[in-house]
């Protein structure tokens, strides 16, 4: 039986003041601990039931704290609905845009805001083969539990930076396009992507930030066709996202 | 002010048991409210602040039932974080598969359980100019309050229907091919796309049943650049959704 403080000790790592404090963040479910414990990430606990750590218990590193949990008390310590039988304290990677390769695929998110969206944003670049992927300072934090789980383990794979993006392409993005999705650009299929060709995915009211904007050298629109206004607004930005990968990922 | 009844007769219209006993279901925001109005669909009330309904109060039909709420009965009312001044209880249109033109475009989802997932996939369908989605019987029921809200207004152009789609396939669709998603299909660049295939998607965790499996014609790959296991298992259900919606509509 695990003690309340334990317990409180984890729970406020749902948090983000306490993940910033600590510098550390939660990874649940078998799936997303499995590809934790294959990446490099620091893991600092594991909390499992005994079904999991008969399993798997044996194959942890001799220097990760292993606390043995029942079914019960992982729903106290858990963010999920049906929480699984496997929970882990990992150590924040570095968020510092100073890791990017600048010479690589290059994803950048300008303030987007849904959790859901950035998750699956990550596990769509992590597909693609675009393992970078730079925000802006108000964009979703990636620790957020709930960005964690929609990434399905592509957290792992994929490093996610956040800074100023216009000074990011002003200082580091001079040789590469920049392409962003309006709703007044050239039509997707009248544009020939490279892949060197760095995308940009705005916020999911208002789309990319006039000040970003301006830095965008090519501006494409995922035409509908259906005219006139009796149809969607907009595409969702994960969906805007995926797409544009998509078509990078065929431009070779 | 409005009374506890009325309350419960609205907020229990967030549970599906009561949705189907009277036929109703909510729509909140303004957006979605909007898209409403401008609709076919039954509206039979317009819950809404004294700021809303100043200004489109008056465009309302005389059929339609009027309450004025205060931004604190708004939030008793709604089933959202942060509601909008507006709600509407609403008609569900038919979901009965005898609706459908089996010779317009038409998607299929098979099993499909994430409420977001969904209202995504409908809005992008929307975008896309396929108003038609036939649904196995357990996939999510689309007068689900998330689901309605993740469309963002798409629910009122969309028809979607729910009905055994090894049967719709075998009686309605023989002349038409049916294109699913999976692993081990052939990478979507080899295939030609014609704007007559049907498209289906699987559920989250399993993709397409065996059974239906075994109706799709043409086997798919989204396939990524990254050889080797280290990368995203998969493609979340609306993403490939997507990306099929996307190639298809190029596909003349």
């Known amino acids: 039986m695990i003690g309340k403080n334990k317990i409180s000790s984890i729970t406020r790592l749902h948090q983000k003041k306490f993940r910033d404090a600590s510098g550390l963040f939660l990874v649940e479910g078998i ?36 606390t043995l949990v029942t079914p019960s008390e992982m729903e106290r310590l858990s963010a999920w609905k049906n929480p699984q039988p496997v929970m882990a304290v990992a150590q924040m990677p570095s968020t510092d845009a100073e890791i990017l390769d600048f010479d690589q695929p290059l994803l950048m998110l300008d303030d987007l805001r849904d959790p859901g969206n950035m998750g699956t944003i990550i596990r769509t670049a992590d597909w693609f083969g675009i393992r970078q992927i730079a925000c802006s300072e108000n964009t979703v934090e990636v620790f957020n539990p709930k960005v964690i789980q929609a990434t399905m383990g592509s957290f792992t794979r994929v490093v996610v930076c956040y800074t100023d993006l216009e000074k990011l392409i002003d200082r580091h993005l001079q040789h590469r396009r920049i392409l962003g999705t309006f709703l007044s650009g050239t039509p997707i299929q009248q544009v020939q992507f490279r892949p060197s060709d760095v995308i940009v995915i705005g916020n999911e009211a208002n789309g990319i930030s006039e000040n970003l904007a301006a830095k965008v050298t090519d501006k494409i629109l995922i035409d509908s066709p259906v005219k006139g206004a009796d149809k969607a607004e907009s595409l969702n930005a994960s969906i805007a996202a995926a797409i544009m990968m998509y078509q990078l990922n065929f431009s070779v």
Chains 1, 2 share one sequence.
């Open 31 to 66: 799936k997303s601990v499995g590809d934790l414990l294959r990446s490099p990430m620091g893991v600092v606990e594991i909390l499992a039931t005994e079904d999991w750590l008969s399993k798997y218990g044996n194959d942890l590193s001799p220097e990760i704290s292993i």
